[in-house]
């Protein structure tokens, strides 16, 4: 599976942005997919994750109620909307998809990953 992640951008605190994840494969919808974030001299870290039918989502506490995870199966693409960003959100994200469905917050649980794209939130 090859994903493509995009939308990422240069922003001030507490604007808005939407990060979408194309997926090659037509079974995109057999994999879970997740969100990740890499700050400078950081380790990558867990964002979001949403099965395989997007009926269930989960957040790290620092995300949760500001970005939304979602996915269209149709068009082989994972969402992340970003509201009320915060400078400490700057970090290049990452999209995942994941063939098992548990341990979803967690990097080993992901088979492929995207290229990352770069979001800088400034004050």
């Known amino acids: 599976v090859q994903l493509q992640a995009s939308g990422g951008g240069l922003v001030q605190a507490g604007d808005s942005l939407k990060l979408s994840c194309a997926a090659s494969?037509?079974?995109?919808?057999?994999?879970?997919m997740g969100w990740f974030r890499q700050a400078p001299g950081k380790e990558r870290e867990f964002v979001a994750h949403?099965?395989?039918?997007?009926?269930?989502?989960y957040y790290a506490d620092s995300v949760k109620g500001r970005f939304t995870i979602s996915r269209d199966n149709a068009k082989n693409t994972v969402y992340l909307q970003m509201n009320s960003l915060k400078p400490e959100d700057t970090a290049v994200y990452f999209c995942?998809?994941?063939?098992?469905?548990?341990?979803?917050?967690?990097?080993?649980?992901?088979?492929?990953w995207g290229q990352g794209t770069l979001v800088t939130v400034s004050s």
């Open positions: 995942a998809a994941s063939a098992s469905d548990v341990y979803l917050t967690r990097v080993t649980s992901y088979d492929y």
């Open positions: 494969e037509r079974t995109f919808s057999s994999y879970a």
């Open positions: 949403i099965w395989r039918t997007g009926g269930s989502t």
